[in-house]
């Protein structure tokens, strides 16, 4: 097991890669304890729960919102939740994030922790302290940044997990290595078909080294003023296509990350090889690299970003593997860059 602490700005948070949720009891007081997963999750590994309540939610990211924050307080009230109840998220990005919003909200916030079973929560949702829900079909819009005591980024659980979901997982590791180290880019390139067979050595290191990288950011800037953004790569085209087509988030990510690497070798920070050492690398971990979409639609949506300022979006472009900067581009121009495409 590898463990990181994560200081933010009122608790620290402990992330232990590679511990088990069948371990989870020593993390948690003996009593008044409840437990939040969903339906899939329970299915797959409720026997291995503690032997506490569970308030279990369906799946989807439709259901990521106040109103299923509103069951769940109702379903801690009928259990008598106290102040002193500890809450646990057993789940993936979304059960994570309502867990999170519902234990910081509840009687004013209570102590919580979750156990992340997919790869995505574990390299990406469950560290940097960002709670929410969705709100009138609006992502993430309301929600608190606080951090859960602890994570448990238990990699047997990826086992299940369907290859599409992974694939998501993948994506966020590959933005991590290019925005700030070039070493896991490296690894990744030596380990992608390991990693697509579920070699745990390697998801271990996928998962810790995303875990430093994200941590290490998420510290220097806590809410988002600055360097966070960083962190965006790939998401400003990848959320407009995301919404646009439907495609799962991180195959979206992965061609965002293609367009933004592409605008970096336009702006000359970038060459042309490393462009396609990045291709290559998503080709690799089975990720897209072109897709046919409406380019009228995602400039639209673009234009809806909640990180537009005026004409110009806050825009993360790579200058090499391995090191990034934030820049401002008008909206004018990422429109003749992807219509040039
Ligand atoms: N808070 C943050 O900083 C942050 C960062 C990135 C993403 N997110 C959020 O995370 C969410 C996406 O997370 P996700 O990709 O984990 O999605 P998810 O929670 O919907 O999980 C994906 C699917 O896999 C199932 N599942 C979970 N664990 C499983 C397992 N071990 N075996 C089999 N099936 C399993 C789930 O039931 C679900 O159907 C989004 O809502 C996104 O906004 C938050
Ligand atoms: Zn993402």
Redesign the pocket.
């Known amino acids: 097991m590898k463990q990181i602490e994560i200081q933010g700005e009122t608790k620290r948070s402990t992330i232990m890669i590679g511990e088990c949720l069948k371990n989870l009891s020593n993390y948690i007081p003996s009593q008044d304890v409840v437990l939040i997963t ?4 329970s299915r ?2 409720q026997k291995d729960f503690p032997e506490f309540r569970a308030i279990t939610i369906g ?3 439709r259901i ?1 919102t106040l109103d299923t924050a509103g069951i769940i307080y109702q379903e801690l009230l009928d259990m008598d939740a106290q102040r002193s109840t500890f809450i646990v998220g057993i ?7 309502i867990t ?1 919003f519902v234990a910081s909200t509840f009687l004013r916030g209570v102590r919580f922790g979750f156990v ?6 574990q390299v ?9 829900v ?1 709100f009138k079909g609006f ?2 819009m309301v ?1 608190v940044f606080n951090q859960p005591e602890f994570v448990i980024c ?1 990699l047997n ?6 290859e599409r ?1 992974l694939l ?2 993948f994506a ?1 590791v590959v933005k991590h290595a290019v925005i700030e180290d070039r070493d896991l880019f490296a690894f990744i390139e030596n380990h992608a078909a390991k990693a697509l067979a579920l070699d745990q050595t390697v998801l271990e290191r996928f998962v810790h080294d995303s875990v430093v990288i994200k941590s290490a950011v998420v510290n220097r800037d806590e809410k988002e003023k600055g360097e966070r953004r960083k962190l965006n790569f790939g998401h400003t085209f990848g959320h407009a296509i995301e919404k646009t087509t439907g495609i ?3 195959e979206a990510v992965s061609l965002g990350m293609v367009l933004a690497a592409s605008l970096s070798v336009r702006k000359q920070l970038l060459s042309e090889k490393e462009f396609h050492r990045i291709t290559r690398l998503l080709e690799n971990l089975k990720l897209p690299t072109v897709l046919e979409y409406d380019k009228k639609e995602v400039m639209a949506a673009l234009k809806k970003d909640k990180k537009r300022e005026g004409d110009h979006i806050h825009f993360v472009l790579i200058n090499g593997i391995g090191k990034s900067v934030i820049t401002e581009i008008s909206i004018q121009e990422l429109t003749w860059m992807i219509d040039s495409r």
């Open positions: 969903d339906e899939t999750v797959y590994y799946t989807g990211e990521k789940g993936g990005g979304i059960v994570c994030d999170g992340s079973s997919t790869l995505l929560s990406d949702a469950s560290v940097g302290g960002k709670n929410g969705n992502k993430n929600g238990d659980l990826l086992k299940t997990l369907p979901e998501s997982g966020e799962p988030h991180g």
